[in-house]
């Protein structure tokens, strides 16, 4: 039963939209998002997913833990373009141990989806160098 209401916290409370103008340098000559910029918009909705639990990645290297990308997911569904105001949708996938997954929805202002993702990232003692449990400050602020 526990598990239960774990999954229904990550389905309902682990979310987080953001919104992200689109740049004149994030697009090629036709006024089209290069497909290598979605990935950054990822990582800008990884960095507001932790920043809405008071998380930063420079908090977390201070801890001594790094947070590299192992795998990333695109699909591509429609153009964004310069000047677009995008919303970003971000989900917890499931809870974290010692890899972080997450979900992306990009949306333009017409709430038409450009594009899916999805990206796994995993927690690197920055000391031992090697794979470790995601953070209890972590877990109690997602679980909280």
Request: with cysteine; glycine share 4%.
């Amino acid at each position: 039963m526990y598990n239960f209401f774990i999954k229904l916290k990550i389905a309902t409370m682990n979310k987080n939209e953001t919104q992200i103008r689109v740049r004149y340098g994030e697009t090629d000559q036709m006024g089209v998002v290069y497909h290598a910029n979605y990935a950054s918009y990822f990582e800008v909705g990884r960095t507001e997913w932790l920043r809405q639990y008071g998380i930063t990645y420079k908090s977390m290297e201070e801890n001594g833990i790094m947070l590299p990308v192992i795998s990333l997911n695109i699909k591509y569904k429609n153009s964004a373009r310069y000047d677009d105001l995008l919303t970003l949708k971000t989900s917890l996938k499931k809870m974290p141990m010692a890899s972080i997954e997450f979900d992306y929805e990009l949306l333009n202002d017409k709430s038409e989806l450009l594009a899916t993702g999805h990206t796994v990232l995993v927690f690197i003692d920055m000391e031992k160098n090697r794979p470790t449990r995601c953070p209890k400050y972590l877990l109690d602020k997602i679980e909280g």
